[in-house]
């Protein structure tokens, strides 16, 4: 039982010894990443699998090719259901950026458009959030 109560502690300890560095390089890493950009699309038909492997198959190759994101999340809605969260969408893409600079950049880029070629066709609505960090 003693055994078992200094093998908890002790790793309670090299836990908690560990989150000042969790916690600088989170903040290092938010220092870094000045710029959101956050995507929603829904998709002309949610309920056909294969066009959802389709947008999700160009969307991954599309963000795989681009070297000036610093943070990249696709998503799907989370299931939480309140009256505050929107679920309608598809997917989400959340991108973080150095700058506006890199962000505009990335909207410029040939793969951005040519994403935006192979997948338009799929989608019947995008809405886009930009931010700045504070």
């Given at each position: ?93 959340n ?20 994403f ?10 995008v ?8």
């Open positions: 039982m003693l055994r078992r109560t200094f093998i908890k502690a002790s790793g309670l300890i090299a836990v908690s010894l560990n989150f000042p560095y969790l916690k600088e390089k989170s903040q290092n890493h938010m220092k870094k990443v000045q710029f959101r950009h956050v995507v929603y699309f829904w998709l002309n038909d949610p309920e056909n699998p294969a066009h959802s492997r389709q947008f999700l198959n160009n969307l991954k190759e599309f963000i795989d090719r681009m070297d000036n994101i610093l943070d990249v999340h696709i998503g799907v809605p989370a299931e939480t259901y309140r009256e505050v969260v929107d679920n309608t969408y598809q997917f989400c893409l991108l973080g950026f150095k700058n506006k600079e890199e962000h505009d950049a990335y909207q410029d880029h040939i793969y951005h458009k040519q935006i070629e192979k997948t338009a066709h799929l989608w019947q609505r809405l886009v959030y930009d931010s700045l960090s504070v």
